[in-house]
């Protein structure tokens, strides 16, 4: 392995990334996986003892996850229940030891189109705060990730937080996972939904898909259908033409894309029930 950097203020991370050709390394779940080598190569940056990186708040009128937050540390975070999709995901990601050590802002910026931490976040409009030495800007999680492994993050620059406003932190949530088993498994197919009421009726629906588009996306034409409609009912308005309209399935070593077409509408369905609190019609 080359030199290793483990800075523990930020300022000192963003310029060594602004003079040297590193490579960012958070829990290194993601950055192992990907290499054959007995060691990363080249010199590593290591992002993990940067505190404000690592702590999760609700300050300024949003929910603030630092990029370097584990898994674990969302599992065992106060959140409120707009965040249940968020913990759901964070429970199935890997096994404990990955769910210690990876982390969101490595999920989201690995960008595979099966991360689990992807339609949680969509589904709560997040956006990324990306920090460089010439300034901070911050990207709807929405137009950062571009396609496979392609975000919009520029070579300079550090993802330092995942931010959610408050206002979309609302309601209540849950998040499934289609796989070739219960648990330690890839994303066959993986839905995050929110809804937010007005009484007994749906005053806001959030869905979004991972694993069955090169990007994770919202369920637009779903959302809308869902708009009004009483919250005991809302799983009998999911049209599966909305679902597949939005959805472009590859086959892979997973699934076949059929089969992913055919079992997201269903997700979704037992994911609004979920998320609507009537999970015992689900047992
Ligand atoms: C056994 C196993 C099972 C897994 N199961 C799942 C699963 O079920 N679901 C799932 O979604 N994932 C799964 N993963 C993948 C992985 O654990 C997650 O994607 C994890 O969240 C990645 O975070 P990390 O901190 O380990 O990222 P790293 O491996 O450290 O980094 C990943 C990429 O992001 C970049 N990066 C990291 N942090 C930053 C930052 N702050 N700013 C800019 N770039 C950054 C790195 O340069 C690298 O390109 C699994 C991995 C393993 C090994």
New binding site residues.
Partial sequence: MGIYHRPDKLKDALHLLASAPV???????????ATEAAALEGQILD?TNIAP?KTIENCHGHWRFG??V??SSIVGAALPPAFDMLKA?AR????VQ?QN??????????A?P????VPPLLALDARVELQSVSGMRYVPLSAFITGPRQTT?RRD????AILVDEGKAQGSSAFL?LGTRKH????IASVAVRLRLNGDRVAEAALAVGACSPVACRLGAVEAALSGVRVDTVEQHVMEADVRAALAPISDIRATSAYRLDGVPSLVRNALILASGRGKALE
């Fill in positions: 490579t960012l390394a958070s829990g290194c779940t993601d950055l192992f996986a992002l990186l990029a370097a584990s898994w995901a199935q990601v890997g096994g990955v050590a990876g982390t969101l802002g490595g999920n989201i910026c690995n595979s099966a991360a689990d931490g993050r620059e550090i993802m330092t996972k330690l498994v890839i994303s």
